[in-house]
């Protein structure tokens, strides 16, 4: 079983990594093999693109989305 440190470096790793997310900042948090994603992006796609950036990685059962959409004027 992965400690929840390892998931969470993994996530903030793929974050960080993703070719539309390198300048948003998005916080993770891990609870009982989910994850939640917190935080505010400027468009749907954003908050769509953090959560496929996440979905796949090992210890990864659940994703909760929490992200908000704020447009910029």
């Known amino acids: 079983m992965q400690r929840p440190d390892e998931i969470l470096a993994r996530v903030d790793s793929a974050l960080k ?6 300048r948003v900042l998005v916080k993770s948090q891990h609870q009982e093999d989910r994850v939640v994603l917190s935080g505010s992006v400027d468009t749907f796609f954003l908050k769509q693109m953090a959560q496929e950036a996440v979905r ?3 210890g990864v059962d659940e994703i909760d989305n929490q992200l908000s ?3 910029l004027p």
Not at 17 to 22: G, V
């Open 17 to 22: 990594t993703h070719p539309h997310l390198r």
């Open 56 to 58: 796949d990685i090992p």
């Open 69 to 71: 959409v704020d447009y």
